[in-house]
């Protein structure tokens, strides 16, 4: 299986900045993309930012361009979510999402999605 360790949330004043990392391991073959999201009280899940690793395109949300940059470590398994310009919206539970290809003995790759179990970032006005 995979495991999904997401770390560097924190209080933060307006302004300011923020990174986060978010490291996978387990029975991977080869990861297709590894991406954040964020889900506010009383919203919906939204992208943030999404890289696919096999090509290196990375789309962002509407609300962060600009203002957010992902990044991975390929060697690593690790991505990276550098937030500047920080918000009071951007106030959320940051969630990094792995897509990969995994391998259990005897049996052909497959595809999972495996979610971590988030990060609160928290701006203040």
């Known amino acids: 299986q995979v495991q999904v360790v997401e770390s560097g949330g924190g209080l933060v004043q307006a302004g300011g900045s923020l990174r986060l990392s978010c490291a996978a391991s387990?029975?991977?073959?080869?990861?297709?993309?590894m991406g954040w999201y964020r889900q506010a009280p009383g919203k919906q899940r939204e992208l943030v930012a999404r890289?696919?690793?096999?090509?290196?395109?990375?789309n962002y949300g509407d609300s962060v361009k600009g203002r957010f940059t992902a990044s991975t470590d390929n060697a690593k398994n690790t991505v990276y979510l550098e937030m500047n310009s920080l918000k009071p919206e951007d106030t959320a539970v940051y969630y990094c999402r792995v897509d990969s290809l995994v391998v259990v003995a005897g049996s052909p790759a497959r595809y999972l999605e495996v979610w971590g179990q988030g990060t609160l970032v928290t701006v203040s006005s």
């Open positions: 890289i696919v690793t096999t090509n290196g395109s990375t």
């Open positions: 387990g029975s991977i073959f080869r990861i297709i993309a």
